[in-house]
T-cell receptor
Framework: DAGITQSPRHKVTETGTPVTLRCHQT?????MYWYRQDPGHGLRLIHY???????DKGEVSDGYSVSRSKTEDFLLTLESATSSQTSVYFC??????????????FGEGSRLTVL | GDSVTQMEGPVTLSEEAFLTINCTYT??????LFWYVQYPGEGLQLLLK?????DKGSNKGFEATYRKETTSFHLEKGSVQVSDSAVYFC????????????FGQGTRLTINP
């Protein structure tokens, strides 16, 4: 159990409203990620973090911002939600000790619907 | 850039059938390769992995061999069960730096009794 909690698990919102998704981990892992899952696209990386206040963009970062003010929390913000951002969002962590291959461990997902 | 191409789904099989889900990749260097499984309503779980050429990953009766010459990492199982019904994702990633996994599009597998 990688100790990852995502909140909220489900959210319905309207176009143009801001939305923040939270990922919380309990084990002080350095690397955290936000992916979105859409049919026919698999999982695509939005943003990732390699430490407190250290973040970088993934392949589908437009319309999203992130923040990591402490090790355990990684926030994903949609400043003005659009219908194209309706998706399932997954947070992941990389265990930095004892893992040569660098696999990721995923949370249970947050389903966001933008009307 | 790095990419993963998976067999198109959905795939429907009868219980005890042989399963193959094809996965090929394009990458610079020598990536690690992974298969993840997603059961309905859940997040992704690591099924198996291989970190270098000719490595075979295995778990729960599933196997995949890292083939550098054909840039492939096909998932196989000799006798599937209804409980194997899920979506399967092939992924690749480097072993240095931030380890940004690149995923295939996923293959939905349904096993009928």
């Amino acid at each position: 159990d990688a100790g990852i909690t995502q909140s909220p698990r489900h959210k319905v919102t309207e176009t143009g409203t801001p939305v923040t998704l939270r990922c919380h981990q309990t084990e002080n892992h350095r690397y955290m990620y936000w992916y979105r899952q859409d049919p026919g696209h698999g999982l695509r990386l939005i943003h990732y973090s390699y430490g407190v206040k250290d973040t970088d963009k993934g392949e589908v970062s437009d319309g999203y911002s992130v923040s990591r003010s402490k090790t355990e929390d990684f926030l994903l913000t949609l400043e003005s939600a659009t219908s194209s951002q309706t998706s399932v969002y997954f947070c992941a962590i990389r265990e930095t000790s004892g893992s040569v291959s660098g696999e990721l461990f995923f949370g249970e997902g947050s389903r966001l619907t933008v009307l | 850039g790095d990419s993963v191409t998976q067999m198109e789904g959905p795939v429907t099989l009868s219980e005890e059938a042989f399963l193959t889900i094809n996965c090929t990749y394009t990458a610079t260097g020598y990536p690690s390769l992974f298969w993840y499984v997603q059961y309905p309503g859940e997040g992704l779980q690591l099924l198996l992995k291989a970190t270098k050429a000719d490595d075979k990953g295995s778990n729960k009766g599933f196997e995949a061999t890292y083939r550098k010459e054909t840039t492939s990492f096909h998932l196989e199982k000799g006798s599937v069960q209804v409980s194997d019904s899920a979506v399967y994702f092939c992924a690749l990633g480097g072993i240095q730096g931030a380890q940004k996994l690149v995923f295939g599009q996923g293959t939905r597998l349904t096993i009928n009794p």
